[in-house]
């Protein structure tokens, strides 16, 4: 069941990676590089597909909902 559980997780993320909107979202946001140092003044929790998908691997999230 656990496993039917992550597995249901992980196909969300891969469709919503796939979609073409999701290209902001699919990778952690580098301020340095995109040259945006107040970034973590302003986004205090940055989330991204990948690493949601790295928390969903490593069963860090208890429900789907």
């Known amino acids: 069941a ?3 559980e992550i597995s249901k997780k992980a196909a969300i993320v891969k469709k919503l990676k796939k979609h073409d909107s999701s ?3 699919r990778s952690p946001v580098d301020p340095k590089a ?3 140092p107040n ?3 302003i986004v205090l929790t940055p989330i ?3 690493t949601i998908e790295e928390r969903i691997k490593g ?3 208890e429900h789907a909902s």
């Open 23 to 25: 290209w902001p979202f």
């Open 34 to 36: 995109l040259l945006i």
């Open 59 to 61: 069963d860090k999230y």
């Open 48 to 50: 991204d597909l990948q």
């Open 2 to 4: 656990k496993k039917d």
């Open 39 to 41: 970034y973590t003044k």
